[in-house]
């Protein structure tokens, strides 16, 4: 069959060809480490201040002040990682015991923990299946008068449909919460994430796309008092003034959520180099999905009309009616096509092998026991999300490689390696036939 196509079985890797990828290129190296990093973790060693709540300007009190700026956001508190900074969010906006948060199906499970971390209960609702964001009629549907807030999540460096979002939450009174962990200078009509919401949460973990040498997170504000009381809470819930002594009274909950110097001086040195990386990325990712483009039944990412995409994963979900491989299922024609991938030597993995609904710590209610938090109201039966469990199951992603502003080399092999699977399109349907028996 692949003779009528011109091409040989045998170039594929999976029956004995060549890589379409070298070996050197699969993986690159994330986060970019340079001397200048080096230099500013070693500054911090040097001559200090190793804490942040010390008086004066700190690595991490710049960090906040840049990471304001690039985000034209009036308020900006550093935190320990993304994850606190989701629930300082939450806890800042007063959201709290029995409230409901809607959260879209398809995230990192920390933008569904956050609420359970202030005894909220997370509401599930399905996502858009281009945009792999928040659906704003799904949203719509899931409000109940304990609704208190959207957190809207800029999955994979795509911005939420934030229009709609903050008309609904306008009509019904509710918070919006960007969880922006994948989307740090992405755009949505113009504005940068971590402007559009009342708050937004930031991730510099060191897969994201300003990586700090560990975890490190930061959180925008809109309203100055919301602000001020995340900066409590991060500590012990103490206020600490400039030019005071520390009086250790504790005026409301707090943790200890900080932000390390060192984690602040190493991004704060990334941030140097941001611009640059973006405009490369933003570059070489467009030139890859353009060599991908018009193979049959490969749906490639594409920026929402209006927005800039900060391309921190990108999906790629697969049509098997489009392919023409009639017979064949979404996940069966996604296990063939990853096998082949993989042994080309293109590095596609999946993200999220379930949608959060299913992880198990929601469906078993393992919350802080005796039902807890779900045991405050009533949550409401959770709706079916058909789109997100297409998604996970139709769906493979690249992560990392590409944002490497180097990595446009890479990229084109990894298009010839999808190339050669798609002219052996007989072979992915016996595989996935196979497989699904
Ligand atoms: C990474 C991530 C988080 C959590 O950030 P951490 O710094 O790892 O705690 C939250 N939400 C999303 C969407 C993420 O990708």
């Given at each position: 069959?692949?003779?009528?196509?011109?091409?040989?079985?045998?170039e594929?890797?999976?029956f004995?060809?060549?890589?379409a990828?070298?070996a050197?290129?699969?993986?690159?190296p994330w986060?970019?480490?340079?001397?200048?990093?080096?230099?500013?973790?070693?500054?911090?060693?040097?001559?200090?201040p190793?804490v942040?709540n010390?008086?004066?300007p700190?690595?991490?009190?710049?960090?906040?002040?840049r990471?304001?700026?690039l985000?034209?956001?009036?308020?900006c508190?550093a935190?320990s990682?993304?994850?606190?900074?989701?629930?300082?969010?939450?806890f800042?906006?007063?959201?709290?015991?029995g409230?409901e948060?809607?959260?879209p199906?398809?995230s990192?499970?920390?933008?569904g923990?956050?609420?359970?971390?202030?005894?909220?209960?997370?509401?599930?609702?399905?996502?858009?299946?281009?945009?792999?964001?928040?659906d704003?009629?799904?949203?719509a549907?899931?409000?109940?008068?304990?609704?208190?807030?959207l957190?809207?999540?800029h999955?994979?460096?795509?911005?939420a449909?934030m229009?709609?979002?903050?008309?609904?939450?306008?009509?019904?009174?509710?918070?919006v919460?960007?969880d922006?962990a994948?989307?740090v200078?992405?755009?949505?009509r113009?504005?940068?994430?971590?402007?559009?919401?009342?708050?937004?949460?930031?991730?510099?973990?060191?897969?994201?796309?300003?990586?700090?040498?560990?975890?490190?997170?930061?959180?925008?504000?809109?309203?100055e008092?919301?602000?001020?009381?995340?900066v409590m809470?991060?500590?012990?819930?103490?206020v600490?003034?400039?030019?005071?002594?520390?009086?250790?009274?504790?005026?409301l909950?707090g943790?200890?959520?900080?932000?390390?110097?060192?984690?602040?001086a190493?991004a704060?040195s990334?941030l140097?180099?941001?611009?640059?990386?973006?405009?490369?990325?933003?570059?070489?990712?467009?030139?890859?999905?353009a060599?991908?483009d018009g193979?049959?039944?490969l749906?490639?990412?594409?920026?929402?009309?209006?927005?800039?995409?900060?391309?921190?994963?990108?999906?790629?979900?697969?049509?098997?009616?489009?392919?023409?491989?009639d017979?064949?299922?979404?996940?069966?024609?996604?296990?063939?096509?990853?096998?082949?991938?993989?042994?080309?030597?293109?590095?596609?993995?999946?993200y999220q092998?379930t949608?959060?609904?299913?992880?198990r710590?929601?469906t078993?209610?393992?919350?802080f026991?005796?039902?807890?938090?779900?045991?405050?109201?009533?949550p409401?039966?959770?709706?079916?999300?058909?789109?997100a469990?297409?998604?996970?199951?139709?769906?493979?992603?690249?992560q990392?490689?590409?944002?490497?502003?180097?990595?446009g080399?890479?990229?084109?092999?990894?298009?010839?390696?999808?190339?050669?699977?798609?002219?052996?399109?007989?072979v992915?349907?016996n595989?996935?036939?196979r497989?699904?028996?």
């Open positions: 069959m692949s003779a009528v196509r011109g091409a040989a079985l045998g594929l890797a999976a004995g060809g060549a890589p990828v070298p050197g290129l699969r993986t690159l986060p970019v480490v340079t001397d200048a990093d080096r230099a500013a973790v070693a500054g911090v060693l040097d001559e200090g190793l942040s010390a008086d004066g700190t690595a991490v009190s710049a960090l906040e002040e990471w304001r700026a985000c034209a956001a009036r308020h508190v935190t990682n993304g994850t606190t900074a989701l629930a300082l969010a939450l800042a906006l007063g959201i709290g015991p409230d948060v809607i959260v199906a398809l990192f499970v920390a933008s923990l956050a609420p359970l971390h202030q005894l909220a209960v997370p509401v599930f609702a399905d996502i858009d299946p281009v945009s792999f964001t928040l704003p009629a799904a949203a549907a899931a409000v109940t008068p304990r609704t208190a807030a957190l809207a999540v999955l994979h460096g795509q911005p449909d229009d709609a979002l903050r008309a609904i939450a306008d009509r019904h009174g509710l918070a919460i960007e922006a994948q989307a200078g992405a755009l949505w113009g504005r940068p994430v971590g402007s559009l919401g009342d708050a937004a949460a930031f991730s510099l973990q060191v897969t994201k796309n300003v990586p700090t040498c560990g975890e490190g997170g930061l959180l925008t504000f809109a309203d008092q919301a602000a001020h009381r995340a809470a991060r500590q012990f819930g103490e600490m003034e400039a030019g005071r002594p520390r009086d250790y009274i504790s005026h909950l943790w200890n959520h900080k932000m390390n110097p060192v984690q602040a190493f704060l990334q140097d180099r941001f611009a640059d990386y973006e405009a490369a990325r933003q570059h070489n990712v467009a030139d890859f999905l060599r991908i193979l049959p039944g749906l490639p990412p594409s920026a929402a009309p209006g927005s800039t995409h900060a391309w921190h994963i990108l999906r790629f979900r697969l049509d098997p009616a489009a392919a023409g491989l017979g064949v299922d979404p996940a069966g024609m996604r296990r063939a096509v990853h096998r082949l991938l993989r042994a080309e030597g293109v590095p596609v993995s999946r092998v949608t959060l609904p299913r992880q710590v929601f078993d209610r393992e919350g026991g005796r039902g807890l938090p779900w045991s405050l109201g009533q409401p039966p959770e709706p079916p999300v058909p789109v469990e297409a998604v996970v199951a139709d769906s493979l992603t690249l990392k490689r590409h944002l490497h502003p180097d990595a080399l890479a990229l084109r092999s990894y298009a010839e390696g999808f190339a050669k699977v798609w002219r052996h399109l007989d992915v349907r595989m996935a036939l497989s699904g028996r």
